[in-house]
């Protein structure tokens, strides 16, 4: 098998059908674990629990493209926990596991981005990174520059956002899929009441920095980890009242510094500022 083939084997979904087997296991693992029978994260039970992929997009790629044999290692991601496991058997339309181990799989991000809806192709580039540097939401919203088009459109290319975050979220082996929601106005979403930390960034904002009012936020959230919400412009910057309306909710504006960057790059900075100071 080549190596091209034993990675795209090392991750893959696991519909909710899988799942009882899993809340069987978990069981086990509480009691394993209370009996102090295992340590961190390695688990060896007794007999090992199965969990089958049944007829399906993925099975099919498993069975026909991947040809996947019984004794073949594959991360296994199911119920919100990632598995290290062993492939039993093989039928026409089912490829049937042995979970070994649960993999130890990092919590998302406590990070919102709502996201100006700008082109669909760099904005599904944002999506997929976005996913892999562990957000764990993004609320689309229309801007005042928000090309006509895009907006009347962005309520069908929903799904599609979803299945990228599915897709990016198996190839960064997280044991969940961020939450993509609807496209909305932006104003109704600004207005909307939350408890997170509210940011939107700001290409003129000079004095306050993304970094220094994380800072603050920790500080403020003591043992709590802060959740954030982020606000990235599209490519024509917020509009002035736009900013007004931010300011006049509550949200914070903050600079990524000096250098304008595209909205698809403030995401990622962004994101990656947010896990230096958190993680
Ligand atoms: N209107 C700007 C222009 O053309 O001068 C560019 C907007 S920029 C392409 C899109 C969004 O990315 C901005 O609205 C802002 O949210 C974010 N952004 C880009 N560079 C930034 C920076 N240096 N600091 C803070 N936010 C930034």
Known sequence: MTTAARRELRAFWLGRAAYEPVHALQHQLQEARKAGRITDTV???????????????????????????????????????????EVAAVSSDEVRFNLVAEVQAD???????????????????????????????????????????????????????????????????????????????????VRAASEMTRIVLAEQERTTTLRRLIEEAVEAAGEEMP?????????????????????????RAVSLGPRILRAETAAIAALAVVASALE
């Open 43 to 85: 688990l060896f039970v007794e007999h090992e629990p199965t969990i089958t992929l049944g007829r399906g997009a993925t099975a099919d790629h498993l069975i026909r493209v991947l040809r996947a044999e019984p004794g073949m290692e594959a991360d296994v991601v199911a119920g919100g926990h990632v598995f290290h496991a």
């Open 107 to 189: 919590p998302a991000l406590p990070v919102t981005l709502v996201v100006a809806v700008y082109k669909f192709d760099h904005m599904e580039w944002a999506i997929e990174k976005a996913t892999e540097l562990g957000v764990a939401a993004m609320a689309p919203v229309i801007a005042q520059r928000t090309e006509k088009h895009l907006a009347q459109a962005a309520e069908k290319r929903a799904e599609r956002w979803r299945r990228i975050a599915n897709e990016a979220a198996q190839q960064s082996r997280r044991s969940d899929v961020p939450v993509i929601h609807n496209p909305t106005l932006l104003a109704s979403h």
């Open 227 to 251: 959740a954030l919400e982020i606000a990235i412009g599209p490519e024509g910057g917020w509009a002035p009242a736009e900013e007004a309306l931010f300011d006049a909710n509550g949200w």
